[in-house]
């Protein structure tokens, strides 16, 4: 429970049954120390900051799209100076956290975050993944699944939709060998707010990819968002599992596992598999790649093998 | 550790990171081009030997440069970076997220060509390139120059919080070793003092929104606040130079004359050509010829009423740009027309490195037309 006077973040220019603000919330409550925030160009940016009101309760900053990273490495850089000079005094140190979407994450600001990681800055970054450029009106991103009908790759009498799949962000992120990385799911909260504290307990950069249902664009009612986030981790369409020290760790194995068509079905953006001509084809291939990317984790935590 | 003022030998890419390794500024993030390095290596070093404690951030691409130094500055962190040509094209989406943000970062700019074709030496393509992205432009004719320019673009960028850049020609002043004086540590600290930003990003206690969005009712007012803060510059400059003037013995102005007096003709020029200019007139004044220059040092803000005052009774201007504009006039000509109101003429010279010499000053000066070395 969230005391009023506590809250670091009061969102409410969200579409509705969007995750945005628990997500943020999320991450903002695991803490007890001082936060510092910055944003990607993105819905949780534009939703939060319309002058001259804000959202945020705690310092935050955007300033453009693909420089999530490369600012909070500033920041945290700023810090360390200050530190050292005397020039700045909290009682506890300061957490710095960046948040990005899909298309500031995976696609345009994937090199600014790869060079933080790489320069190990001691910060957070959370990725909401709500699988393309919702901001825009939703355009595909490297996050969004094969299949998916987006405005730049619709389904059509020549196209099933996106063509091939999302990449694989939190591996690309563990390639990093950071210590902590994390996929988690607003439909898992328990779990995604023991990663958030975990995060922040990491020293150096910390990593979580969190699913983010958005009604909107794949085309479902607001109320359904934590019915389809939880769907999407049954399915195994999204699992969830930790990176720790290079090392896999499943959070949580479906005691039945769902089939693919149970999480596709409840979204506008899959409803032309189910009319195409080829729709078992489809469905079969669909879920070939979410059994192959599944046992590619279990295998990998198994094994013990290292990223 | 410098206790008085010394002559010393140094490149103007030394000399740049000789003024940085004095300011010691928080934070530099930076990424290595060519003929910029030398700047960041230098402060590499001293920080390598203890004789600057800056916190070096070396990001993966110039982007990420200047959106690093933007969080830094935000964050309340004396900040510097350094770049040059690509480098500034690849900066070009955040510089004036840093400019509106007001934070006074202040880069060291070795200018040079921009692509295509590939080119690693001198123009002004790249200064040009960033006129408008709201940051005080001021440019170095030598080494000298070049390091008391660093100084004086700090205390003018935390003045009316503006970022700055200090141009030097890319390898004509960052790679040649010239005679300069470096100033003692102490008259230099009298003249920066300590960074304390009013507001900044890292205050707990009053936490703030940094780069929220502008709508149609307020992005405007936004702008128009860049505009003033741009506008207040000009004075500012003049104070600031005036006390660097005091303090060193080096006095500065927004614009440099040289025997524009009497002149029927004078050439208007920025950066190190200007001293070849300087030679060529005294060469042909002694010659009895009526000719002079006028060295533009402050190009953001552009001195409009100073290059009025000083050109309104000279016959012939010609302006000597080191960049090519396509389809319309050329930059630092357009400047000069506007603040001549009348006609002049116009040569594009030394693109991509391409050497100048005196003759060719002369064969300007008395207007020839067609050379490998300039375009009239």
Known sequence: MIKKNKQKISTSGTCAGCP??????????????????????????????????????????????????ATVSGMETAYKALLKKGKIKTEKPVKFVAFGGDGGTYD??????????????????VCYDNGAYMNTGNQRSGGTPFGASTETTPAGKESFGKEVIRKDLATIVAGHHIDYVATANVG??????????????????????????????????????????????KTCFWPLYEVINGKYK????????????????????????????????????????????????????????KV | ??????????????????????????????????????????????????????????????????????????????????????????????????SAMRLPIVMAVANRAISGPLNIHCDHSDAMAMRDTGWIQIFSEN????????????????????PATVNLDGFILSHSVENLELLADGLIYKFIGEYQPEQHLLDFEKPKTFGAIALPDSYFEFRKQIYDAMEKARAEFNEITKEFGELSGRKYEQIEACETENAETVIVAMGSTCGTIASVVDKMRAEGKKVGLLKIRLFRPFPYGEVQKALKRIK?????????????????????????????????????????????????????????????
């Open chain 1, 250 to 305: 499943i959070s949580y194995r479906p005691k039945s596992r769902l089939k693919i068509e149970e999480f596709m079905q409840t979204q506008g953006r899959f409803k032309h598999i189910f009319k195409s001509k080829n729709k078992e084809a489809l469905i079969k291939d669909i879920q070939g790649k979410v059994d192959e990317e599944w046992e590619r984790v279990e295998d990998l935590e198994e094994t013990g093998a």
């Open chain 1, 108 to 125: 345009i600001g994937l090199q600014a975050l790869s060079g933080a990681l790489e320069r190990k800055h001691d910060f957070l970054y």
């Open chain 1, 20 to 69: 945005i603000g628990i997500i943020a919330r999320t991450v903002l409550n695991g803490t007890d120390n001082p936060i510092a925030v910055t944003n990607a160009t993105g819905c949780m940016e534009v939703t939060t900051t319309i002058y001259p009101n804000t959202s945020w309760k705690v310092p935050y900053i955007h300033s453009v799209f693909g420089n999530a990273g």
């Open chain 2, 143 to 162: 080494a000298q120059e070049a390091y008391d320019n660093t100084f004086i673009a700090l205390k003018l960028a935390e003045k009316v919080l503006l």
């Open chain 2, 316 to 376: 012939r201007v010609v302006v000597m740009d080191r960049n090519m504009t396509f389809g319309s006039q050329q930059v630092l000509a357009s400047e000069v027309q506007k603040a001549l109101g009348a006609e002049l003429e116009s040569v594009i010279y030394g693109l991509g490195g391409r050497d100048i010499y005196e003759r060719q000053i002369e064969e300007i000066f008395e207007g020839k037309k067609d050379s490998p070395y300039f375009l009239m």
């Open chain 1, 188 to 233: 898992f909260i328990d779990d995604f707010q023991a990663k958030v504290k975990k995060a922040f307990e990491t020293k150096g950069p910390s990593f979580i990819l969190v699913f983010s249902p958005c009604p909107n664009q794949w085309q479902h009612s607001p109320k359904k968002t934590i019915e389809i986030a939880k769907l999407g981790t």
């Open chain 2, 1 to 98: 550790m410098i206790n008085k003022n010394k002559k010393v030998a140094l490149t103007g890419g030394f000399a740049v990171g000789e003024a940085m390794t004095q300011i010691n500024p928080d934070v530099m993030a930076v990424y290595p081009i060519t003929p910029q390095t030398p700047i960041v290596e230098y402060l590499a070093r001293k920080v390598a030997n203890g004789k600057a404690d800056t916190e070096m951030i070396q990001v993966e691409s110039e982007h990420s440069a200047m959106s690093a130094c933007i969080g830094a500055s935000a964050s309340g962190a004396r900040t510097m970076t350094a770049s040059a040509s690509q480098g500034i094209m690849y900066m070009m989406e955040v510089l004036p997220v840093a």
